[in-house]
């Protein structure tokens, strides 16, 4: 007989490594929100869930539970050669440990292939998540990484990253930039999905001397960032990163090739054309819609984005660790760690 597993040893399981994890419900409850990491093997599609959802309604739970027979009896052989084919012991969940991961849990075990089952489900997962980044203790100190526009921290976090040093990239986590061009190139991720990969970082990192941030607002994108992660940001030591227009500018081209999304960088710039002098917003519209998209870029940086990055960062200019100048993102996470002084590596 399978094993139902409570949350916490789930969380101590997956550090080691010691699961994979499995989401049975349907495809699009997975793309909406899953724990991170899981694999998808649906019990039902989604046009069969939705049947026994109708049939649970409109008629009655013994016609649903009729019909999810008649599905699952179908599907069985194929449904059981996919957790037959997984390395390792396997933790399935559903909605809230209901029928979809009992059943799958249950046939498992009759065939012979041993399954724990999330006790409480998708739900429970969720409810943790919420409550630990609520109330966290996070002791890391954190260096935050200020920047004009185009500086590259994204770049230097990966770099950073790449060392094997403890990085937050947030951006990365909430699928936007945190700008009006933000979303562009990049799939948008949910509060749900934000909230489980920041946790499964700050987990990761709990033992670390310091971590790596940017600068981040409250909000990116759709998402909201944890008030004691800002508080922490607050009152951690803050670098300014410096880098040359023309690095700056290669940068975003790199990162939103706007030659692949013509439209979608038109129409960001008309959100904010009005908070420009009509003459530069004028000629940054037509530079954009002739493709010359560097020297719209660069238009943009000196007109709209380093006046207002200046605002926002004379808070920060009293506490500054240091200013780092850099032609690259490599130089500048060299730079960063001789800064430190280096020991910062973490184990995956």
Known sequence: MFQDIAIDVLFEKRKRGELILVDVRSPSEYREASIPGSLNIP???????????????????????????????????????????????????????????????????????????LTGGYRAYRRSVVDALSEMDF????????????????????????????????????????????????????????????????????????????AESKRIGKVTVPDFLMRKKEEGLHVRIEMPVEARVNTILNDYRPEAHHEACLQAFRLIKSRLHTPVAAEIETLLEERRYDRAVALLLIHYYDPRYAHSSEAYESTALAAIRADTAEEAAEELLRLVGGGLAVQP
Not at 145 to 160: D, F
Not at 183 to 208: M, V, W
């Open 43 to 117: 019990l039902f599609d989604d046009a069969e869930r939705a049947e026994i959802g109708t049939l649970y309604k409109q008629a009655s739970v013994d016609a649903a539970k009729t019909r999810g027979l008649e599905i699952v009896s179908a599907k069985l052989p194929a449904f059981i050669k996919q957790f037959a084919a997984l390395p390792g012991k396997t933790a399935v969940f559903c909605w809230r440990g209901g029928m979809r991961s009992k059943t799958t849990a249950t046939v498992l075990s009759l065939m012979g292939i041993h399954a724990y089952r």
């Open 139 to 214: 002791a890391p100190k954190l260096i935050v990484l200020h920047g004009n526009t185009g500086t590259g921290k994204t770049a230097i976090l990966r770099a950073l990253q790449a060392r094997g040093c403890p990085a937050l990239d947030l951006e990365a986590m909430a699928g936007h930039r945190g700008s009006a061009f933000g979303h562009i190139g990049l799939p948008a991720h949910n509060q749900k999905t934000f909230d489980a990969l920041l946790f499964d970082e700050l987990s990761r990192f709990e033992q670390a001397p310091y971590v790596f941030m940017e």
